[in-house]
């Protein structure tokens, strides 16, 4: 099992910048990505940026320049981050991480980060 644990959500104003934090725990060896994702209200939860075991990473259209994924150093995963400037109001959303591993169809899901941005 791997456990999942985003922080750093909250309100901030247009233009304004966040960095969300996702803690992961558990049997992280097996875990060979790690992924942001976010789904507002009626809508459905799309892909932000996800990187991988070797550093690749992959950003959505939406985010791209305005979104950096990293993660801590060292071969065993702990936390990723999301910057994320120039926040707009159409990136209100609740934030999630996902773990791919082999071992979970579906991968694991985090409980979510709320990101507001409103003036």
């Known amino acids: 099992q791997v456990q999942l644990v985003e922080s750093g959500g909250g309100l901030v104003q247009p233009g304004g910048s966040l960095r969300l934090s996702c803690t992961a725990s558990g049997s992280v060896a097996s875990i060979s990505a790690i992924g942001w994702y976010r789904q507002a209200p009626g809508k459905q939860r799309d892909v932000v940026a996800i990187i991988n075991t070797v550093g690749s990473v992959y950003y959505a259209e939406s985010m791209e320049g305005r979104s950096t994924i990293s993660r801590t150093s060292g071969s065993a995963w702990n936390t990723v981050y999301l910057q994320m400037n120039s926040l707009k109001p159409d990136d209100t959303a609740t934030y999630y991480c996902?773990?791919?591993?082999?071992?979970?169809?579906?991968?694991?899901w985090g409980q979510g980060t709320q990101v507001t941005v409103s003036s």
């Open positions: 996902k773990a791919e591993s082999p071992t979970k169809r579906g991968g694991f």
